[in-house]
């Protein structure tokens, strides 16, 4: 089961709302291929509703959408794909979730940093020269995968971690519950794709996203332990 979060809001000195930032994850895949019209998809209807009822900008961050579509899913047009509810389904949850937000504090401290993880690169593939960035041969003819992640830390107590493909909930689940920080969120498709991130068990049975990965069944394992490791070290 996955929860919506909801990363601290912003206000001015008379709390007034600057904006609010809501993590959660799904797929904008509402509306499929015979749709020709430029639209936000779920997140764009969302977020549009918030902004609304709040009257400050929205920022919304998808999570690990990896195995998890709407409920309503690849419909021609906005109106069959009930497109509209998603203002009640999601929109009413960040809401609420909005008014549960008590503390504040006007002492805020960042820190970035960046790590690389590394793991085998699923066979038969060819990977393209211009992300060679994002590969690394070993010898014995052996390619690894390097994915990039990104960590923002606000102050030792939240932390928003990203990386360029689309995660399976249960891998950011997991490891948001080994995680040191009160706040842990994951921010899905972070400054790219490099496809999709399954957990071990999916690329054993099979199917579309383990198909379209380019990484093997230890995928999940590598960066499960390499995240969780980097953030005990960031609160030492």
Same mark, same amino acid.
């Not at 000195?13 to 019209?37: E, F, M, Q, R, W």
């Not at 999916?202 to 995240?227: C, F, L």
């Given at each position: 089961m996955t929860?919506?979060?909801?990363?601290p809001?912003?206000?001015d000195?008379?709390g007034g709302? =600057?904006a609010?930032?809501a993590?959660?994850?799904?797929?904008?895949?509402?509306?499929?291929?015979?749709?020709?019209? =430029?639209n936000?998809?779920?997140p764009?209807?969302?977020t549009q509703?918030?902004?609304?009822?709040?009257g400050?900008p929205?920022?919304?961050?998808?999570g690990?959408?990896?195995?998890?579509?709407?409920?309503y899913?690849?419909?021609?047009?906005p109106?069959s794909?009930?497109?509209?509810?998603?203002?009640a389904?999601?929109?009413n949850r960040?809401?609420q979730?909005?008014?549960?937000?008590?503390?504040?504090?006007?002492?805020?401290?960042?820190?970035?940093?960046?790590q690389? *993880?590394?793991?085998?690169?699923?066979?038969?593939l060819?990977?393209?020269?211009?992300?060679? %960035?994002?590969?690394?041969?070993v010898?014995?003819?052996t390619?690894?995968v390097?994915?990039p992640?990104?960590f923002?830390?606000?102050n030792?107590e939240t932390?928003l971690?990203?990386?360029?493909i689309? +995660?399976?909930c249960e891998?950011? +689940?997991d490891?948001r519950?080994?995680?040191?920080f009160?706040n842990t969120?994951?921010?899905?498709?972070?400054?790219?794709?490099l496809?999709?991130?399954?957990?071990?068990?999916a690329?054993?049975?099979k199917?579309y996203e383990p198909s379209?990965?380019?990484?093997t069944?230890?995928?999940?394992?590598?960066?499960r332990? %390499? *995240?969780?490791?980097?953030?005990n070290?960031? *609160? %030492?």
């Amino acid at each position: 089961m996955t929860r919506l979060l909801v990363l601290p809001r912003l206000e001015d000195l008379h709390g007034g709302v =600057i904006a609010l930032i809501a993590n959660y994850p799904i797929h904008g895949t509402d509306l499929g291929p015979p749709n020709l019209k =430029i639209n936000g998809d779920v997140p764009g209807v969302v977020t549009q509703y918030v902004e609304e009822k709040i009257g400050a900008p929205v920022l919304f961050i998808n999570g690990a959408e990896g195995d998890l579509a709407p409920i309503y899913s690849v419909y021609p047009d906005p109106e069959s794909g009930h497109l509209s509810e998603f203002r009640a389904l999601l929109g009413n949850r960040i809401l609420q979730a909005n008014e549960k937000i008590l503390n504040f504090t006007t002492d805020v401290h960042l820190g970035e940093s960046e790590q690389f *993880v590394e793991t085998p690169l699923r066979a038969g593939l060819i990977w393209p020269s211009d992300l060679g %960035r994002y590969i690394h041969a070993v010898e014995g003819g052996t390619s690894l995968v390097r994915i990039p992640v990104r960590f923002l830390v606000i102050n030792k107590e939240t932390v928003l971690w990203g990386a360029p493909i689309k +995660m399976f909930c249960e891998i950011a +689940m997991d490891i948001r519950g080994h995680s040191p920080f009160p706040n842990t969120f994951y921010f899905g498709l972070l400054n790219g794709w490099l496809g999709y991130l399954p957990t071990g068990q999916a690329v054993r049975e099979k199917g579309y996203e383990p198909s379209t990965s380019p990484v093997t069944e230890r995928g999940e394992e590598d960066v499960r332990q %390499r *995240v969780i490791t980097y953030l005990n070290g960031l *609160v %030492r």
